[in-house]
């Protein structure tokens, strides 16, 4: 089972970035954060998370996002080939640099 807490996003800027801390860090594992449209109407964006002092940081780049959609954040951890999935939250991207998640 994987949790994660202290979990944050920040608009500002070009980028989005989805911040968190994993309950298993490990610096073979892979974390890849992936945001799913409600619907899974549109593809999915992904963005491999960078692992450092125990904390996940996945950067993704606004333009390959739709403003004012609300989107699924879902961590995928894969480490040694055992797989574990996670919804870290739900995120609503604004037009005016800010988000909202729950």
Known sequence: MIEA???SFNCAGKE???SFVPSFGDDGAVYTVA???????IPAVTAVSKYESG??????DKSKLFENLEYR???TVDCNGEV???T????TV????????T
């Open 84 to 86: 574990r999935n996670l």
């Open 94 to 101: 604004y037009s005016d640099n800010t988000c909202s998640w």
């Open 73 to 75: 954040a879902v961590l």
């Open 5 to 7: 807490s202290s979990v």
């Open 16 to 18: 989005l970035s989805c």
């Open 88 to 91: 870290l939250a739900d995120v």
């Open 55 to 60: 904390v996940c940081t996945a950067v993704f």
């Open 35 to 41: 945001l799913f449209t409600v619907g899974d109407s």
